[in-house]
């Protein structure tokens, strides 16, 4: 196990980039204990010169390497947690990093693929895109005499390793800060890492983000607008993922787009189309459609890449989420306003009335006008993205109109009558299981009631040898959390307190 010592030395290097940066320059003094007070006071003496403009929270979180450029994009989704403004800051952060050399990329491949790289690629070139956790190339694989191009993903080198270390680190700060601060517990921050970690615990083993590939592609299938590349599977392992190269126009180049005379409003309905039809239709969904992981293909088909980050939604959230954009197209608010109440989304002490009152009041505006504000349609960054993508090539778009007969679709196939039919025929095997369990159920409830009886007649027993062995487990505890505490006071309450101000 990793020392307090060594978790807070490695911290004080990221307090020295953040002091560096100028990060703490924005914070109120009167706002900070006076233990941070003084380590603002010696942070602004080692702010270098030219730190005091400009975004210097992302500055400071791109220097510190992977893990910090990850926790400040996975931080840009949780305005509950640095504020609205904050968030929106991070959203800036750019996932480009100088590639690593191209002769440890081929190690990587001839390792991962147990062959030599010229056995697996008749052509392999330089990297062409780099980000945090892996790296872009072009190659070639012949087959039957004919070549293809394709696109091969490497996983950086020791990226796992370095991680882990960062990711310690960020655990141990929001153990300390739930420990101590109600703040803290409120914001849930060991259960924001522990979101982050499994994310990135997902995106580097690239035989899952494959899959992902091979879900969507037999998902969408039959769509006329959208699709994704073929994967390559046997040039794809944990550490390399082999595609098919997509030739197209990405989405992020108005100006190839505009040359080739695309119809950009009918390019807007597509994204938006596509994505409802994804996350109502199969509740499976691209959670990162920026304008660069999509493209336009000859046939005027979307095509997405990087399926690194996936969402996903169960039968009950598609209802919820379909049953609220149906009631705002038909102007229904007092639906919107229960479903809000079924779905456990508002307190049941507010009245659904108020509430109704309240949706009208952003429901209307928003028809009235030809544009919509993005923040307010369906309360998901995902949608918010998409709908801002759609919008670059639409200023007018009406977002109902277009979504209209994708919900409609599906409320009409999943909450009509076959709907309905096939949800009780799930019901019942449901509680067929239910049922099958319930003597094991019981069993364990019995046992746990009885220790229960045991320990209140008896009381709870522990030898001295235990009690002795956690009153000196207690006071090491407490002798290092509190140096543990004195010395990110110092940094990381000025930190917290420079998100909400930036």
Known sequence: MISATTHIARLARAGFVFAREGVFGAV???LVPPPGQLALKIARLIERRGAKSG????????RMGPAYLKLGQFLATRPDVVGVFMARDLESLQDRLPPFPQVEAEAVIAASLERPLAQAFASF???????????????????DGVRRAVAVKVLRPNVAARFRRDLADFFFVAHQAEAYSAEARRLR??????????????????????AALSEMAENT??????????????RTTHNVLTMEWIDGIALSDHARLEQARIDLPDLGRKVIQSFLRHALRDGFFHADMHPGNLFLDEEGRLVAVDFGIMGRLGLKERRFLAEILLGFITRDYRRVAEVHFEAGYVPQHHSVENFAQAIRAIGEPIHNRTGTRPELILLQKTMVVVEGVARGFDPKLDIWKIADPVVREW???????????ESALGGAGDLARVLAGLPDVAGRAVAVIEQLEVMTREGLTLSPETIAAMGRTEGRRSRWWTLALWIIAGTFIAILVAIRQL
């Open 28 to 30: 109120d003094p009167s």
């Open 55 to 62: 975004q210097r929270l992302t500055r400071a979180l791109t």
């Open 221 to 234: 299938r039959g769509d006329p607008d959208f699709r994704v590349p073929a994967v390559d599977w046997d």
């Open 189 to 210: 921050l060991i259960e924001v890492i522990n979101t982050m970690s499994r994310s990135v615990a997902i995106e580097m083993d690239l035989r899952l983000e494959a």
């Open 411 to 421: 409320i009409e196939r999943n909450l009509g009558p076959i709907g309905r039919i």
């Open 125 to 143: 070139g330089p990297a062409v895109a780099a980000a945090s956790i892996a790296q872009v190339h072009r190659g070639e694989v012949e087959r």
